[in-house]
């Protein structure tokens, strides 16, 4: 088999950057829709394989030490029962995180209830791009390797014969875009660290742990996802951020 350096042309010690680059490039030149060629469809499955293997850390690291790569029964599994057809491509948005928040109270508080007005460090939408995590003016682009569908089929040898199995691509990660122009305030995450208020409705007769579910009051998500919940409760400093 030939080595995934090699197939990628880059050296073994190349960065995830470097690879992606190289992976582009090829995939781009023999992509079965621009390229027609026999060879190339070939060589195509091998880039996209070699690529597969070293984007992903562990499988980079086992590949290194001189393990082996290929299908295994997990994708046989996923071939067979349920991981055949076309899932569609991955939403990059995803939900922000749950956040923790201690409030202290005295006993009159605890007693008779209040209102406080909380400033919390916490993520929020960018205010630049507003939560699409490209440059003001740009826009994503349907990926170039996967044609938008987020996915990518490629032809592997095993025990039971040859088989067509569907990975994620490697190039947008399984969502069918790609953001050329990344916001540079929020660096292409969608969202920002920023101080807020936060008005919290301590009702009377609150014990100590007791903690109150605020929803959707968390952490914003990546790419504008929906916000995660607050969980207050006491005692404790007042601090809101990641777990």
């Known amino acids: 088999m030939a080595d995934h350096y090699e197939v990628l042309g880059v050296s073994r010690s190349a960065t995830d950057d470097e690879l992606k680059k190289a992976y582009r490039k ?7 829709d621009i390229n027609p060629a026999e060879d190339a469809q070939e060589r195509f499955k091998l880039v996209t394989h070699a690529y597969e293997v070293l984007s992903d850390p562990a499988s980079r690291a086992s590949y290194d030490r001189g393990g082996q790569d290929g299908i295994g029964l ?15 491509p ?12 201690r409030v202290d109270l005295t006993l009159k ?16 939408i960018c205010p630049d791009c507003l939560g699409s995590c490209c440059k003001p003016g740009t ?3 349907v990926c170039d390797i996967c044609r ?7 032809q592997v040898q095993s025990f039971m014969g040859m088989m067509v199995t569907t990975a994620p691509c490697g190039s947008c990660r399984g ?6 122009d990344p916001c540079n305030k929020c660096r292409g995450q969608g969202r920002i660290r920023a101080q807020r208020e936060l008005d919290l409705e301590i009702p009377a007769g609150v014990s100590d ?17 929906p916000a995660g919940d607050i969980i207050s409760r006491g005692p404790g400093p007042a601090r809101c951020g990641f777990w």
């Open 90 to 101: 991955a939403s990059r948005a995803q939900r922000g995180q749950d956040a923790l928040l």
């Open 148 to 154: 938008g569908s987020g996915q990518i089929q490629r």
């Open 139 to 141: 826009s994503v682009q």
């Open 109 to 124: 508080e605890a007693v008779f209830g209040v209102e406080k007005s909380l400033g919390i460090d916490t993520a929020v």
């Open 209 to 225: 742990g007791m903690r109150l579910h605020l929803a959707g009051q968390g952490e914003v998500g990546f790419a504008g996802g």
């Open 26 to 32: 090829l995939a781009r030149e023999l992509h079965p």
């Open 74 to 88: 997990g994708d046989i599994f996923e071939t067979f029962f349920g991981g055949g057809g076309s899932r569609g």
């Open 175 to 180: 969502t069918g875009e790609v953001i050329p």
